[in-house]
């Protein structure tokens, strides 16, 4: 069965750094596409960044880029988000998500397999 589980949020002060993982199981990584997003309370889920399967190739929302890095292990079936000058509009559940393509997009519709989210708070 396949299942992903992320980790590594929590609460962390404005301009501070967090890494998140999402780890697979079930499954190996690296036929995959992998994508996290995002959703903040009453907000609608947003594209935060994607990795191809081999990781040659990223995407990053508008929001995020420059302080944002997406990167993969596949040896360890994991990848990484991480997450630095962190703002208070960071806020939100983060999810990562797998799409069975060599090519990511930042779109949650293309994505069939998703963890149960990790919750960030940026937060003084």
């Known amino acids: 069965q396949l299942q992903l589980v992320e980790s590594g949020g929590g609460l962390v002060q404005p301009g501070g750094s967090l890494r998140l993982s999402c780890t697979a199981s079930?499954?190996?990584?690296?036929?995959?596409?992998i994508g996290w997003f995002r959703q903040a309370p009453g907000k609608e889920r947003e594209g935060v960044s994607c990795?191809?399967?081999?990781?040659?190739?990223?995407n990053y929302g508008d929001s995020v880029k420059g302080r944002f890095t997406i990167s993969r292990d596949n040896a360890k079936n994991t990848v990484y988000l991480q997450m630095n000058s962190l703002k208070p509009e960071d806020t939100a559940i983060y999810y990562c998500?797998?799409?069975?393509?060599?090519?990511?997009?930042?779109?949650?519709?293309?994505?069939?397999?998703w963890g149960q989210g990790t919750q960030v708070t940026v937060s003084s």
């Open positions: 990795i191809s399967s081999s990781g040659s190739r990223t």
């Open positions: 079930g499954f190996t990584l690296d036929t995959y596409a």
């Open positions: 998500a797998a799409r069975p393509a060599r090519l990511c997009v930042l779109s949650s519709a293309d994505f069939g397999s």
